[in-house]
């Protein structure tokens, strides 16, 4: 447990290890938090939830970068994502949040923007199965250099779009493309392995116990997965190369 009583404890609070982690987990506050409201530690609660909000408000900033010009609807999803965090922060029952904090917070952020695009009366065309239908465009630059099959200036070679990390809408077409991507997968662990690792960016070790698997079996998981990908994006772009330059017009 958090010793709440010590001097030094919001030094601790921002120290980082060498790896960059925070030497206090996010994990860590979310269970000192409830165990915290078990006791009826309000001002505890109150303590250690500001400082999990300051960690994840630049996330939250990011996420609503598309939403710059209007900042009335940035707001709004930002005090949502606040408040829907914080919820479930509380809610013992909600496992995932203290499992995998990190990755439970992005589908969160990603969820609220949705919301708000829905709200707004935005939306994605979508096949019968609610995949995101259309051939590979805005495809995120983290999946793009996993399976990446030549550079983009060969000739003879279509490139698949790369979002800009800077607009908000094409962040979330890479999303949305990235899981039509990743449905040629069939099997949900390997999907998942992809995931940790080419988008979010999780070691191996971390992902390893995230699977229940050893790290080796996950490596080769995944150099099976990513090969698999990088043949099925190349047939669909081949295929959809062909197609571009063989129907003609009538004239």
Known sequence: MIDLSDPTLDERLQRRTAEGRY???????????????????????????????????????????????????????????????????????????????????????????????????????????GRPSGRPQHVPRALVETIRTANADEEGQPAADV?????????????????????????????KIMVLRAVEGLKWDDIAEVCKKTERTVRLRYERARSYLRECVTRELQSTSYSSTTIQPQS
């Open 23 to 129: 030497e206090i987990s996010e994990s860590e506050l979310v269970t000192n938090i409830r165990a915290l409201k078990a006791a009826n530690n309000t001002a505890g609660v109150r303590r250690l939830s500001e400082k999990l909000l300051q960690r994840c408000a630049p996330l939250f900033q990011r996420h609503t970068q598309g939403l710059r010009h209007r900042p009335d609807l940035r707001e709004e999803a930002i005090a949502n994502m606040a408040e829907h965090l914080l919820r479930e922060v509380l809610d013992p029952n909600e496992i995932f949040v203290s499992q995998n904090f990190i990755h439970y917070l992005r589908c969160l952020c990603v969820d609220e923007f949705n919301r708000v695009l829905r709200q707004e009366g935005l939306g994605y065309r979508r096949d019968e199965e």
């Open 163 to 191: 979002a800009d990390p800077h607009n908000q809408y094409e962040e979330l077409h890479a999303e949305d493309e990235s899981e039509r991507i990743l449905t040629y997968l069939r099997d949900p662990l390997d999907r």
